[in-house]
């Protein structure tokens, strides 16, 4: 008879398991057995994640009799609960999509197949490793994983003399980020004495002041992978050469792990209890939000309005986050659903989004990328375009707007008005640049030749990851309710 | 707080409230969402060869012509039984969020407020549908974008729900400023652009003003006459209130503002023109009704003076912008800014009779535009100018046109026996106690336009006929088709109030016994 705990244990860590064993047959199989054919890749890539899927769902259901029910192991670094669950299966799916989608990104990345699917399985891992951390160590080895697969999977396009220079920019920018929150991590184990970031509260309340620049350092150093001021620039820089379909992926996998970490660390850890962390992220959240309106409204091109508004969409998630708390009338504002709502919407909707943008800059010869006219040449990749636009750009009354009212309420509920107020008015920005756009497709003065998605993989991709963004709306009741179990089991202070 | 002697209907309203309405329960959804499934069909259609473009014109024409059959149907239902009771008719209500601190609910009803503006918006659109019949140029944008401007409006006009209606007004907003953006002449993009603006900055002014009144009203729902019943605290409360005026005010938009709207309306394709003036205004003039009094009476009391200050402003800015202006239809679109004035009045001074009225205004002034935006673009499209100075004596060659046109400026004019008639009256005798002063300003100003309107119509149609128009066609069958039924609207509300008015005072009196 298997004990209990290690039966629980090991499905907890299954789906991560999977995806690193996945990850090192693909590699070995890169090594050795080197004329493999790519469909072998990903049809491991794809067992993969739906073995991940399908293993959080069962952990999930095993929880279903006691939502509050967690699992504590690895020395308290690690923590499986319903919250973990979720982003779990939100993680597989977006690496899922990534990798069935992946036939332009394989072309480019040349004999590196086989590093591909390896470090798209890694990076997966990585994220939903950060998801489940509860400690200081958990945290800094899951963001170096994260950072060290992000980095390579960057270098990887082959026959590109920039994938090179492009990760090390990566990698320095990212460097300093890890470094300032790993320089808090130790300010704060050196006030607390424990790895554990529900002892922060209790460290300050007797050292308020070295507690205070750690947090700092720490939060400074997380926002990187949420991509706030003023580490914006990363999600910005790997544009131009990258593989779009690897920006989609990169972008979506950094960001649900990044508010996952930002969600277990501030209010399962530091929690109600201290306010600075809540005044910094607020401070943070405003600045992305004003820089990315000030950028955006010059742009014209897609690529430029996505990588823009990338950082001001997950400012605008994070701002749940910051209204967590009880309301005025001592009720929760449910900051956290409407994030993780937010959060969900963007990785579909950014997977969609870099596979439309990846056909256009195939089909335009990389010298201008436009869709106009595109609803006369591709009628149905035109409706996905315009369909993956209106749900990322909060025009209402679809997914991103929807989101913006769940956290702006939660912002009004518990004191962040003016934080609520200032995203309502740059959601409007985001919210313009987006319609300029989509009257560019509606219109049709460019006279570029446009394609299709290339192939049938793609297509199905790209429609399934629009339709979701739509979908939301329509079953956004459901699926907060989901979102409501999940995020019941996070111990809030 | 007066009723001027609808008490009697009051007490039937409150019989049939106590009954209830229970067939159809669907049917505002049909009403709203019909059109949004029939342009969801028809954006999958091909569009390539002239019939299967008719064949997306005619699934356009189905579907408004749908909602406007529904409508009719509800209307006339309502005006048989005296059921127009408060809100309960043809109420649903489901939860649609329910895991969130703010639980928000599919909320439609269809009180005596709504159903008359429900019925110019479907009626317009119908009129719109027939009238975009012979534009060749992307035919399934047009009529897939018309079928959502469709949803948008009926929807803010039946949410009951704030969210809801902040769902629906966004929507409307968004798909307007594309239409602008495709077809609003050689500027379209920087018309686009600053309409949208504005639109979106009432937009996130409403959206504001709402999250701030549901959160403050700590009865975790979104549902409209919940909120709208909580004491919110005073500092909160005023917040809201001038949030919220000032939202809809944008959105009307009031002068100087409103040259955004004449500048668009001078650069679009006359169905658009029409929409714009026709619905979208009066969209915020219900908003100003059943948002900015229904939630806060007391300070609409308080204010009363400034906003009927401003209306009476803004009716004044109008005049004198109208009389700088050369062009047919900047002056049309300038023409349908007068209504401003009226209904803020009404707003100020909310009794029974004034909010009747403005009801009625809202609802003649906005066929009165529509007619005579689509009228001004058949006149273009015939002498290929839009100055008035090239028009003159028409109305030899176009006596149908003209008999049109003049009944639409009668209207405006309030002459009796046509809608602006009894609304006009019902409006300046409900304000008339409170504010005598502001009132014959309105009055002046009502009269001044009439006026400034015959001389126009004089102008074109009248005066000595010209040699290079003797050729000029009459209205054809397929501009009277869509003429016709806003024609016959502007007559019926003219020669019939009485089987209307008791409709809207149902719907009005649960507006007054909530400022009361």
């Known amino acids: ?493 | 707080m007066p009723t001027n002697g609808v008490s009697g209907v009051q007490d039937q309203a409150a019989a049939a409230v106590a009954t209830g309405v229970d067939f159809p329960v669907i049917l505002l959804t049909c009403v709203v969402f019909g059109t949004a499934v029939i342009a969801l069909i028809a954006l999958f259609l091909p569009d390539r060869t002239e019939e299967q473009r008719g064949r997306i014109r005619l699934m356009g024409l189905w579907g408004s012509g749908l909602a406007l059959l529904l409508t009719l149907a509800a209307v006339n239902i309502q005006i048989n039984e005296i059921q127009g009771g408060a809100r309960a008719a043809y109420e649903e209500q489901r939860a649609l969020i329910s895991a969130f601190s703010i639980v928000m609910q599919y909320h439609l009803t269809a009180d005596g407020i709504t159903l008359p503006l429900l019925l110019l918006s479907t009626g317009t659109f119908v009129s719109v549908a027939f009238a975009s019949w012979k534009y060749s140029e992307r035919v399934k944008s047009r009529c897939v974008l018309l079928l959502l401007l469709e949803t948008g409006v009926t929807g803010v006009l039946c949410a009951s729900d704030y969210m809801l209606f902040l769902l629906f007004w966004g929507l409307q907003t968004v798909v307007l400023a594309v239409f602008v953006g495709m077809w609003a002449g050689g500027y379209r993009r920087r018309l686009m652009t600053r309409s949208l603006a504005r639109g979106v900055t009432a937009f996130s002014l409403m959206t504001a003003g709402i999250v701030l009144m549901v959160v403050q009203a700590g009865q975790h729902t979104s549902d409209l006459v919940t909120v709208n019943a909580q004491h919110l605290p005073t500092a909160a409360h005023a917040a809201c209130f001038w949030l919220l005026l000032g939202a809809f005010l944008v959105a009307l938009p009031i002068p100087p503002l409103w040259r955004d709207n004449v500048d668009v309306a001078a650069e679009s394709p006359a169905p658009i023109m029409a929409l714009g003036m026709g619905i979208i205004t009066m969209l915020s003039g219900y908003g100003l009704l059943r948002v900015v009094l229904g939630a806060f009476p007391d300070m609409v009391h308080t204010y009363s003076p400034i906003i009927g200050g401003l209306g009476v402003l803004c009716m004044g800015w109008v005049l004198l912008a109208m009389r700088a202006e050369h062009d047919i239809r900047r002056v049309v679109a300038y023409s349908s800014a007068v209504a401003i004035g009226p209904v803020l009045l009404a707003l100020a001074v909310p009794t029974s009779n004034a909010l009747v009225g403005a009801v009625l205004i809202m609802v003649s002034f906005g066929l009165t535009a529509a007619l005579l935006s689509l009228l001004s673009g058949i006149l273009e499209d015939r002498i290929k100018a839009k100055q008035i100075a090239k028009f003159g004596g028409l109305g030899y060659q176009m006596p149908r046109l003209t008999a049109f046109w003049l009944v639409a400026i009668l209207s405006v004019a309030g002459l009796p026996l046509l809608a602006g008639f009894s609304a006009e009256v019902m409006t300046l005798t409900g304000t008339y106690a409170q504010h005598r002063v502001m009132t014959a300003l309105v009055v002046a100003g009502i009269a001044l336009n009439g006026i400034y309107l015959l001389t126009l119509t004089r102008r074109i149609f009248f005066g000595e006929m010209r040699e290079e128009y003797a050729r000029v066609k009459d209205i054809t069958t397929l501009e009277l088709t869509y003429a016709l039924p806003l024609l016959i609207g502007i007559l019926l509300f003219g020669i019939l109030p009485g089987r209307v008015i008791p409709l809207i005072v149902t719907g009005v009196s649960q507006l007054v016994g909530s400022t009361t």
């Open chain 1, 1 to 493: 008879m298997i004990n209990p705990h290690w039966l629980a244990l090991i499905i907890a860590v299954l789906p991560e398991s999977l995806l690193i064993a996945m990850a090192c047959i693909c590699a070995g199989l890169g090594v050795f057995r080197r004329n493999i054919d790519v469909r072998t890749y990903r049809g491991l890539s794809v067992i993969g994640f739906c073995g991940a899927i399908v293993a959080a769902g069962i952990g999930g259901y095993g929880m279903r009799l006691s939502p509050a029910h967690a699992l504590i192991d690895f020395g308290g670094e690690l923590l499986y609960d319903r919250f973990a669950v979720l982003c779990t299966i939100v993680i597989a799916i977006v690496g899922l999509m990534s990798c069935i989608a992946s036939e332009t990104v394989v072309q480019r990345v040349g004999s590196r197949v086989s590093a591909y699917y390896a470090l798209v399985l890694s990076a997966s891992a990585a994220a939903m490793f950060l998801v489940s951390e509860r400690g200081m160590v958990a945290t800094f080895v899951g963001v170096q994983l994260l950072v060290l697969c992000i980095t390579l999977l960057l270098a990887l396009p082959k026959a590109e003399r920039t994938a090179g220079a492009r990760a090390l920019h990566y990698a320095v920018r990212a460097g300093i980020a890890t470094a300032t929150m790993a320089y808090g991590l130790v300010v704060l184990y050196g006030v607390t004495g424990s790895t554990d970031f529900a002892s922060v509260p209790d460290a300050y309340a007797h050292s308020p002041q070295l507690t205070f620049v750690g947090i700092v350092l720490t939060l400074l150093g997380l926002s990187f992978f949420v991509g706030l001021v003023p580490w914006q620039g990363w999600i910005r820089s790997m544009s131009e050469d990258t593989p779009a379909p690897m920006v989609g992926t990169v972008v979506a996998l950094s960001f649900i792990a990044g508010n996952g970490v930002v969600i277990r660390m501030c209010v399962s850890g530091f929690g109600s209890s201290i306010s600075i962390w809540g005044t910094l992220l607020s401070v943070l959240i405003c600045f992305t939000l004003i820089e990315g309106a000030v950028t955006v409204i010059a742009q014209r091109r897609l690529q430029g309005i996505v990588l823009r508004t990338a950082s001001m969409q997950s400012a605008l998630a994070l701002i749940g986050v910051v209204a967590f708390g009880l309301g005025h009338d001592y009720v929760s504002a449910r900051g956290i659903n409407a994030t993780l709502y937010m959060v969900i919407t963007m990785a579909m909707g950014m997977i969609a989004m870099w596979l439309l943008i990846d056909s256009f800059a195939r089909s335009s010869d990389g010298a201008r990328q436009t869709s106009a006219h595109l609803l006369q040449q591709a009628p149905a990749t035109g409706v996905v375009l315009m369909m993956t636009c209106s749900g990322l750009g909060a025009i209402p009354p679809l997914a991103t707007f929807v989101g913006l009212i769940l956290v702006v309420s939660a912002a009004f509920s518990v004191g962040y008005a003016w934080l609520g107020i200032v995203a309502l008015f740059v959601s409007s920005v985001l919210c313009i640049a987006y319609i300029r756009y989509i009257v560019s497709i509606l219109d049709g003065s460019a006279d570029v030749q446009l394609r299709h998605i290339p192939t049938r993989a793609m297509r199905m991709v790209t429609t399934i990851c629009a339709c979701c963004v739509i979908a939301v709306v329509i079953v956004a009741g459901p699926l907060l309710s989901i979102i409501d179990s999940s995020v019941a089991s996070l111990s809030i202070h």
